[in-house]
Every structure is written in C-alpha cells, then in structure tokens.
T-cell receptor
Framework: DGGITQSPKYLFRKEGQNVTLSCEQN?????MYWYRQDPGQGLRLIYY???????QKGDIAEGYSVSREKKESFPLTVTSAQKNPTAFYLC????????????FGDGTRLSIL | RKEVEQDPGPFNVPEGATVAFNCTYS??????FFWYRQDCRKEPKLLMS???SGNEDGRFTAQLNRASQYISLLIRDSKLSDSATYLC??????????FGAGTILRVKS
C-alpha cells in the first residue's frame, strides 16, 4: 500500500538531547513537509522540501533541522535549542504544483522527560 | 489577521441535522482550497477539495466565494461518525498550504 510512515509513534527527549523523527513515503511525491501541532491549535509549518537536496524554512524552523538526501525520506531533528519541543509532529507529502493536497503520516508525539 | 480563520465551535448537533461551517482567508491570490477532517489525536485526512463551481461528495458540499474570500462546508444528515475537527486549508503560495485551527463538530444521538 502507498503511504507515509512516521516513526516512532511516541518519543521522549531528555534535557540537552537531540532526537530525530523519521518520515518515509512511497507515493513518489516530490514535496515533503513537517508540521507541529500543539493542543487545540492549528498546524504550523516547520520545514518543507520541494525536491531532493533542497529544503526551506517554514514559519517555526528555529531549533529544528532537516535533510532530504533521498526522495522517499525527510527526517526531522529536534535539537536541544528547541526549548519547548512537546507537541504532535506530522509529516506530509504532495505532488508538485500548488493545487495538490497534502497527505499525512500518522504522527509522532514528542514529550520531555 | 490570521491567514485562515475558522469559528472554533464546538458545534453540538443532533443526528440527522444539517450543519454548515465557514472559513475566511486573507490571501486573495490563493488558488486552491481544501477541507480536511482530523479525529482526536490522529492525523488530518483530506475530506474534499473545493472548486470554484462548488462541489458535492455524498452528504458533503463545499463552496467557494472568491469575492468575499470565504469557503463553506455543509454536512447533511449528520452521523455520529462525523464528530471530528474540520480544518479549512488554503494554498499559501507555491506548494505551501495554510491550515486553519479547525472547527469542532460533535454529533449527539
């Protein structure tokens, strides 16, 4: 089945630690995205990538980093510089073109220990 | 002003009721529009795209008013399973989408 796989489903971070969230898609989509959702809030864009080896900052990129070495994969690292990392992290992908909807993985819940 | 604004609700309706949500957007250059559904603690899922001429998918009807910059979603004959948060989504330029904070719908028996 085609889809987007995020792992792990739940993740705990210790103070001063970097953690990496995985996102893999087999939809052959060019564009991939990372969002953060806080309780009762909308989705906020962290980073996005429209093509391999290229990515752009979204609205809340500080304290996060990404890479796009393969079309299928877009991992997100939450660094120790992100002081309030507790949130629901969602990865999405889409075809190229502004009229394409995005399709989401089932998310990773990150909490601080 | 937020790029996409929605009434947060909650809308509490009985089964079988018709309910409508509106959403306004600020970017007059936006060209694509969507409604997503998000269940509690789950990922958003595409409900339907919104076309200029309006479109219908079973009990769901979406309409776009470009002049007033708003989008609507009408749900007829509400089911218990329709209970969820409905997200209004607007293209924000390039491949970027801007998500509203969502409207909560609770359908009661």
């Amino acid at each position: 089945d085609g889809g987007i796989t995020q792992s792990p489903k739940y993740l705990f971070r210790k103070e001063g630690q970097n953690v990496t969230l995985s996102c893999e898609q087999n939809l052959n989509h060019d564009a991939m995205y990372w969002y953060r959702q806080d309780p009762g809030q909308g989705l906020r864009l962290i980073y996005y990538s429209q093509i391999v080896n290229d990515f752009q900052k979204g609205d809340i990129a500080e304290g996060y980093s990404v890479s796009r070495e393969k079309k299928e994969s877009f991992p997100l690292t939450v660094t120790s510089a992100q002081k309030n990392p507790t949130a629901f992290y969602l990865c999405a992908s889409s075809g190229q073109g502004g009229n394409q909807p995005q399709h989401f993985g089932d998310g990773t819940r990150l909490s601080i220990l | 002003r937020k790029e996409v604004e929605q009434d947060p609700g909650p809308f509490n309706v009985p089964e079988g009721a018709t309910v409508a949500f509106n959403c306004t957007y600020s970017n007059s250059a936006s060209q694509s529009f969507f409604w997503y559904r998000q269940d509690c603690r789950k990922e958003p899922k595409l409900l339907m795209s919104v076309y200029s001429s309006g479109n219908e998918d079973g009990r769901f009807t979406a309409q776009l008013n470009r002049a007033s910059q708003y989008i609507s979603l009408l749900i007829r004959d509400s089911k218990l399973s329709d209970s969820a948060t409905y997200l209004c989504v607007v293209n924000g330029g390039g491949n970027k989408l801007v998500f509203g904070a969502g409207t909560i719908l609770r359908v009661k028996s």
